[in-house]
Structure formats: structure tokens, C-alpha cells
């Protein structure tokens, strides 16, 4: 779900203790930010980027974040990214443009057809149930928490960034937001 939808919603207190919940969570990395494990995507930057999973099984976030490191047990920490874990990895180019006041968002959009859902869902290659099921999960459940191409516009024209990219995949949007 778009947060600023779910606010509008009436969802402000679970939003609200979401954020406050994965803000306690990075927090904690400035006393033991070598804690999690250098996240796979790294290996091709110049420097290592750690990964936190944040929330429970089914709400389970990717938080990407390097370190800067004041003693060998404390630093400062720097958050590229938070991602949904069933989301597919970032690249290490995605995650390289994170570095330098950029941010990304991958996200489905609301209006994709049910023909691209179709198309996306057969390319996975799932068991005739499974591929029913999860077509059936975007159709009455996911299309309607996502958000489209102008609401995300006008997300950017009302934030910090400067420039924005908007690039429409089969069912998603990825917006490259540059300061």
C-alpha cells in the first residue's frame, strides 16, 4: 500500500508504528553496525553494504545501510534502501545510485491490465493453484493498495527531489528520484 494512502485511510497508527519500529531497528546498528551480514549485491561496489531484516514473516523488509566506523564496535550508519523481501534484490547499480542522493522505488502500479498480470505471473512458472492464486491476489488485492503513475507525479512535485524518472514495467512503476 502507497503510506500516504494508508493515511488517508485511517491507518495513520499502524503506519506511525511501522516507521517507528524500522527507525528503532536502524537505530540500533550505531551500537553493533557490523551485526548483519554484507548483503550479497555489494560485491560489486567499493564499499561493503550491510543487510537488516526488518518486521515478521508475512511484513519483512530489506534494509541496505553501510557503515562508517567511529570504533570497531560503533559507527555511524547511512540507509540506502528499504525494500519488502519478496521484492526481487537490487542490482548493485540500483544500489550505487542510491549513494549519491538518489532514491529509488519499485512499486506495482494500480491501473496494470490483467492481460500483464497474466503475462508476469505465467513467466514465473508456478503450479497451475499457485499461478490461480496469486493472479487472484493481485486482481482483489494488491491493484487496489497500489498506486498509479500521476499519484506518484505529484508524490515527487511535493518532495525534496529535484528530478524524477518514471519508467512503467509489465504490472510496476520505477521511479529514479534524484536531489
Same mark, same amino acid.
Given at each position: 500500500?502507497?503510506?500516504?494512502?494508508?493515511?488517508?485511510?485511517?491507518?495513520?497508527?499502524?503506519?506511525?508504528?511501522?516507521?517507528?519500529?524500522?527507525?528503532?531497528?536502524?537505530?540500533?546498528?550505531?551500537? &553493533?553496525?557490523?551485526? !548483519?551480514?554484507?548483503?550479497?549485491?555489494?560485491?560489486?561496489?567499493?564499499?561493503?553494504?550491510?543487510?537488516?531484516?526488518? *518486521?515478521?514473516?508475512?511484513?519483512?523488509?530489506?534494509?541496505?545501510?553501510?557503515?562508517?566506523?567511529?570504533?570497531?564496535?560503533? *559507527?555511524?550508519?547511512?540507509?540506502?534502501?528499504?525494500?519488502?523481501?519478496?521484492?526481487?534484490?537490487?542490482?548493485?547499480?540500483?544500489?550505487?545510485? &542510491?549513494?549519491?542522493?538518489?532514491?529509488?522505488?519499485?512499486?506495482?502500479?494500480?491501473?496494470?491490465?490483467?492481460?500483464?498480470?497474466?503475462?508476469?505471473?505465467?513467466?514465473?512458472?508456478?503450479?497451475? *493453484?499457485?499461478?490461480?492464486?496469486?493472479?487472484?491476489?493481485?486482481?482483489?488485492?494488491?491493484?487496489?493498495?497500489? !498506486?498509479?503513475?500521476?499519484?506518484?507525479?505529484?508524490?515527487?512535485?511535493?518532495?525534496?527531489?529535484?528530478?524524477?524518472?518514471?519508467?512503467?514495467?509489465?504490472? *510496476?512503476?520505477?521511479?529514479?528520484?534524484?536531489?
Amino acid at each position: 500500500m502507497c503510506i500516504r494512502t494508508g493515511i488517508q485511510e485511517g491507518s495513520f497508527d499502524q503506519a506511525e508504528s511501522w516507521f517507528n519500529g524500522i527507525i528503532a531497528a536502524i537505530r540500533t546498528r550505531e551500537d &553493533l553496525p557490523n551485526r !548483519c551480514p554484507i548483503a550479497d549485491e555489494s560485491e560489486d561496489l567499493e564499499q561493503e553494504v550491510h543487510l537488516l531484516l526488518y *518486521g515478521n514473516r508475512y511484513h519483512k523488509y530489506r534494509v541496505y545501510y553501510s557503515i562508517q566506523q567511529r570504533t570497531p564496535s560503533t *559507527g555511524n550508519v547511512r540507509v540506502f534502501h528499504v525494500r519488502h523481501w519478496a521484492r526481487k534484490s537490487l542490482s548493485s547499480t540500483q544500489l550505487r545510485k &542510491l549513494k549519491g542522493g538518489r532514491g529509488i522505488i519499485i512499486d506495482l502500479r494500480r491501473d496494470a491490465s490483467q492481460k500483464s498480470i497474466n503475462e508476469l505471473v505465467d513467466l514465473i512458472g508456478l503450479s497451475w *493453484g499457485s499461478s490461480v492464486f496469486t493472479k487472484l491476489t493481485f486482481r482483489f488485492m494488491l491493484l487496489k493498495r497500489a !498506486c498509479t503513475r500521476s499519484e506518484f507525479e505529484k508524490f515527487v512535485s511535493q518532495s525534496e527531489f529535484h528530478h524524477a524518472e518514471i519508467e512503467e514495467t509489465l504490472t *510496476g512503476l520505477e521511479i529514479t528520484l534524484q536531489k
